[in-house]
């Protein structure tokens, strides 16, 4: 009965996955969904066999998912392409403190 439970949800966590990807093309999302459900698999597969051979495939599992995760959520690196700053001739780079005031301390 454990067997089937964990081969429906494997299955629907493809399914789920694709049909995301495809209908929003959030891959990432996609990715995210299939691994969570990837994860939930695994538990259910622990909870029908509470093996070693169970435990050892839901931490992997999870250590997946929590390595893919952290991957999928780094920002993307600087491409180091930039488009020039619009400015005028002269007051393109005129210094932050124009017009301030200096003012000596006694002490």
């Known amino acids: 009965m454990m067997e089937t439970l964990v081969t429906v949800v494997t299955a629907l966590a493809l399914v789920v996955a694709v049909v995301t990807v495809l209908s929003t093309g959030a891959l990432k999302t996609g990715v995210r969904l299939l691994l969570d459900l990837l994860t939930a698999a695994g538990l259910i597969r622990l ?3 509470p093996g070693w051979n169970g435990l050892a495939g ?7 998912r929590q390595l893919l995760g ?5 920002p993307t690196p600087w491409s180091g392409r930039q488009s020039p700053a619009p400015c005028a001739e002269d007051d393109c780079h005129l210094p932050l403190a124009l017009g ?7 002490g």
């Open 47 to 49: 909870a029908g066999d």
């Open 58 to 64: 839901a931490v992997a599992i999870i250590a997946l």
């Open 70 to 74: 952290a991957a999928l959520s780094a």
């Open 100 to 106: 301030r005031e200096t003012r000596k301390t006694g």
